[in-house]
């Protein structure tokens, strides 16, 4: 029994030891989320306040999912774009002919979690300024007309300079591709009267807004989704961080979801009950970034 009695503590000091040692291990990091905000301001390609044309119309989708392919901050205006601090790129593959984002790899993200977190001891310390996001795909509902009835139907929305898609799930249906496909490149899955149908389509190049408060000083390439925009706060990496600091990329989807409206209703009415094409969607991309900072 004396054995007994004196091996107990030896083996909690040994425990104890262990999970102290696990515990330190645990490093601090710069943690990035998303956030879907419909109230934050609808900027234009150049970065400043944009209105919807009268002959369009326009809603605020509500989102799903998103990713990122490409996360970049800097310390001042003037840095170009790829000279600032790198933290993910994510994966590209060739599969398709040209080199592109791998869609099967990339992760989607719901608002508020985390979709890419770096340890702190691997950022270069210093102040920043600026947050660039390369977004990739876009999942939402939008509201939708069709006859006399109102449906919600949901898009998926590639926005990634190209993309090397095998296949999607929409909402409920999967649909095979197998290729490349451009920025703009899309599938809408309706819910008309309970039968489910999936619409796909390509925008023209450059009608995809992203905005970019540094247009004219650190532009972007054509085609690209890199959307730019200020930290809330600077964004100070000391190089010693005890704790986490949380990186919330708001985007803004403010009446992000517009098309050419016909009957001037403001009504998103995709075809007639002829089965005629109506409103044709003229730009799905996002209105605006703001990187807030919490410590």
């Not at 095998?166 to 095979?176: C, F, G, L, V």
Request: hydrophobic share 35%; with cysteine.
């Amino acid at each position: 029994m004396k054995k007994l009695v004196l091996l107990i503590p030896i083996l909690f000091v040994v425990v104890s030891l262990h999970t102290s040692c696990k515990k330190n291990t645990v490093k601090p990091k710069l943690i990035f989320k998303f956030k879907f905000d419909n109230t934050q301001e609808r900027l234009n390609n150049f970065g400043l306040p944009s209105t919807i044309p009268s002959t369009h119309g326009a809603q605020s989708p509500i989102f799903n999912t998103m990713s990122a392919h490409y996360i970049e901050i800097s310390p001042k205006d003037s840095i170009l774009l790829g000279y600032g601090e790198v933290l993910y790129r994510a994966a590209e593959t060739t599969a398709g002919g040209a080199n592109a984002i791998d869609f099967d790899k990339s992760v989607n993200a719901k608002e508020g979690e985390t979709f890419f977190s770096v340890d702190l001891d691997k950022v270069k310390a210093g102040t920043y300024k600026n947050l660039r996001v390369s977004l990739a795909y876009q999942n939402y509902d939008i509201q939708y007309k069709y006859d006399t009835y109102t449906f919600t139907g949901t898009i998926a929305s590639f926005v990634g300079f190209n993309t090397y898609i095998n296949s999607y799930k929409i909402k409920t249906q999967t649909k095979a591709v197998n290729s490349n496909k451009l920025q703009g490149y899309w599938g809408f899955e309706t819910n008309t009267l309970g039968i489910n149908n999936v619409f796909e389509g390509q925008a023209p190049a450059g009608a995809t807004t992203v905005p970019n408060i540094l247009f004219g000083i650190s532009d972007i390439p054509a085609g690209s989704c890199v959307v730019t925009g200020h930290f809330d706060q600077d964004l100070v990496v000391s190089g010693n961080e005890t704790k986490d600091i949380v990186i919330t990329v708001s985007l803004s989807t403010n009446n992000s979801f517009e098309w050419n409206d016909v009957d001037g209703d403001n009504i998103y009415e995709p075809i007639t009950t002829t089965g005629a094409v109506k409103d044709v969607v003229v730009d799905m991309g996002i209105r605006g970034l703001i990187g807030k900072v919490a410590y």
